[in-house]
């Protein structure tokens, strides 16, 4: 079995992709191109490397952690221009999912991606590869929550669309952090 690089991430309901995907098909020549087929709005959660061989201990783990957390509101509330992203407000129960995804799959997880260990095509940049590795990093006190909308320009703008976000999934990463191939997913209680 080989490597891969994973996103663990909540999946925004319908509307809220379709907002994330409206926004980004404005882009001219963006590389990131948004859909609900191959390239998913989302929340990452958790991000690294892992052996294939693992993945069912993961799908355990993710598994046991769904069922102890309960459907996530959320709030975006703004579009930011420096991540081109559609913020989402941190609050406790995001943070504390993060954490316990990180914690939890941390004997699993390595942070040495090599282009080979995601989803292609595309060809992967080397951004991606340095995101990845850096996850760690910037995961715990640094978490930033968000939805990425492309890699062109937009304006700041503030907004407030609350929603409620349900579905835990795992992901094979493709360029530039998409999610490109959901590997399982469940919902929370």
């Known amino acids: 079995m080989s490597k891969i690089a994973i996103d663990v991430v909540l999946l925004p ?27 998913l709005p989302h929340i ?4 690294g490397i892992v052996d294939e061989k693992n993945l069912p201990e993961i799908k355990t783990i993710i598994s046991k952690l769904s069922k102890r ?5 959320l709030m975006i509330n703004k579009i930011d221009s420096r991540h081109i992203c559609f ?6 129960t995001i943070q504390k999912l993060h954490e316990e995804i990180m914690k939890g799959l941390s004997p699993y997880l390595s942070y040495k991606a090599t282009t ?13 590869l340095t995101w990845i590795n850096n996850y760690k990093k910037t ?3 640094n978490f930033y929550p968000h939805i990425t ?12 669309i609350n929603f ?26």
């Open 69 to 73: 957390f309960f459907k996530l509101p």
């Open 13 to 39: 309901p319908e509307n809220i992709m379709d907002k994330a995907i409206k926004i980004n098909q404005q882009f001219v020549d963006d590389s990131i191109k948004l859909n609900k087929k191959n390239c």
């Open 139 to 141: 995961s715990f006190k």
């Open 149 to 160: 909308l492309g890699i062109s320009k937009l304006e700041n703008k503030k907004i407030k």
């Open 44 to 47: 990452s959660l958790c991000m």
């Open 116 to 128: 080979k260990m995601c989803f292609t095509p595309p060809p992967i940049v080397k951004k991606t």
């Open 87 to 92: 913020e989402i407000k941190k609050n406790k």
């Open 164 to 189: 409620t976000a349900s579905k835990l999934a795992v992901c094979h990463l493709g360029n530039y952090c998409t999610c490109r191939k959901i590997l399982f997913s469940m919902k929370l209680k």
